[in-house]
């Protein structure tokens, strides 16, 4: 069974760093890219970045390039969203999801990891 | 890079039919595939329809997807609706080096 299992909640404070995974189990992980999207509270799906952990292809979306760093660690299948220097408009649900090709859909998605940045 | 423009609301009632359109700002809508993913609240999003019209196994036939080349945009249709198919639904296409989503429709059955 395909399966993407991400980190818990977490609740930090501004200025913080903190780094979400998304551990992907029951396929071949270097096979499939993974993307990562937020969506703030209320509000729709907004792309942030993708990789392909067979070769580390990396893309971002402009509008979070520089603001988080995207990764993974092929050996224990598992990617990661990386945030250097929190801001509380950071709070929102992160969701890392599966592509066979990268204009293909996001066939398998993670639970969602819930952000919550506060002073 | 484009936009994605889908419509805030749509609102049917139970058995109706419901159309969302997803128009693509600049460039072709079919030159790349257009995905739509249902999510309903609390969930993460699930794909209903993948490649402009093709439906994953598990998902009914009473929705469908088309790409009308004269508005550029992509359609969403869903027939027969019942009050399970209330949710949020988002488009979304790529580009060379970016993925690109719809602002997202609120389906209402009323």
């Known amino acids: 069974e395909v399966q993407l299992v991400q980190s818990g909640a977490e609740v930090k404070k501004p200025g913080e760093s903190l780094k979400i995974s998304c551990k992907g189990s029951g396929y071949k992980f270097t096979n499939y890219w993974i993307g990562w999207v937020r969506q703030m509270p209320g509000k729709g799906l907004e792309w942030m970045g993708i990789?392909?952990?067979?070769?580390?292809?990396?893309r971002y979306s402009p509008s979070f390039q520089g603001q988080v760093t995207i990764s993974a660690d092929k050996s224990i299948s598992t990617a990661y969203l990386q945030f250097s220097s929190l801001k509380v408009s950071d709070t929102a649900m992160y969701y890392c999801?599966?592509?066979?090709?990268?204009?293909?859909?996001?066939?398998?998605w993670g639970q969602g990891t819930l952000l919550t940045v506060s002073s | 890079n484009f936009t994605l423009t889908q419509p805030h609301s749509v609102s049917e009632s139970p058995g109706k039919t419901a159309t969302i359109s997803c128009t693509r700002s600049s460039g072709s809508i079919g030159s790349n595939y257009v995905h739509w993913y249902q999510q309903r609240p609390g969930s993460p999003p699930t794909t209903v329809i993948y490649?402009?019209?093709?439906?994953p196994s598990g998902v009914p036939d009473r929705f469908s997807g088309s790409i009308d080349s004269s508005s550029n945009s992509a359609s969403l249709t869903i027939s027969g609706l019942k009050t399970e198919d209330e949710a949020d639904y988002f488009c979304?296409?790529?580009?060379?080096?970016?993925?690109?989503f719809g602002g997202g429709t609120k389906v209402t059955v009323l």
């Open positions: 490649e402009d019209n093709q439906r």
């Open positions: 990789i392909y952990p067979g070769d580390s292809d990396t």
């Open positions: 999801g599966r592509s066979l090709d990268f204009g293909g859909n996001a066939d398998y």
């Open positions: 979304q296409s790529y580009n060379s080096s970016n993925w690109v």
